[in-house]
């Protein structure tokens, strides 16, 4: 699962922009207040409409001192086997959310990540956090 140097970062944005329409569709039926399950599942279908890629509740693996442990470890989405995106649904977004998303990538070698919470008001101002790592300073433009 290595960053694909292929890959530009004007293509992962683009992506990127998608994605967020995407939550910002599903948020605008919705609005704040369920559970992350259900956004996720809401989610899933407008993937679906838009004709995005994705696998949703993949587990990471852990690879220690060349060991790979069977950890609990999943995340929300791979959207096209380029970008990690993670749901929340609660107060805000913390900073151990930004670390698990960061986390994630890392382990999956992904250049880019999407935090989206949707418990909130205005989820383009407040509900989005867009994190990228050394993967995508290596990438072209």
């Known amino acids: 699962m290595n960053a694909n ?15 967020v329409g995407g939550a910002i569709e599903v948020h605008k039926h919705l609005g704040p207040g369920l559970l992350e399950s ?3 599942e809401c989610l899933k279908q407008e993937f679906y409409l838009r004709g995005i890629s994705y696998k949703s509740q993949l ?8 060991i790979v442990l069977a950890v609990d470890y999943r995340l929300d989405f791979l959207v096209e086997d380029e970008i990690v995106v993670e749901l929340k649904a609660m ?4 900073p151990v959310h930004e670390a698990q998303l960061l986390t994630y990538m890392k382990l999956l ?17 407040e509900g989005t ?13």
């Open 91 to 94: 107060e805000g977004i913390l």
């Open 59 to 66: 587990f990471v693996p852990i690879n220690y001192k060349g």
């Open 129 to 141: 956090k867009q994190m990228v790592n050394e993967y995508f300073s290596s990438l072209p433009e």
């Open 109 to 125: 070698q992904k250049a880019k990540g999407i935090l989206i919470n949707f418990n909130c008001a205005n989820i383009v101002k």
């Open 5 to 19: 140097k292929s890959i530009a970062k004007s293509h992962l944005n683009d992506l990127s922009y998608k994605i």
């Open 38 to 40: 259900a956004y996720h």
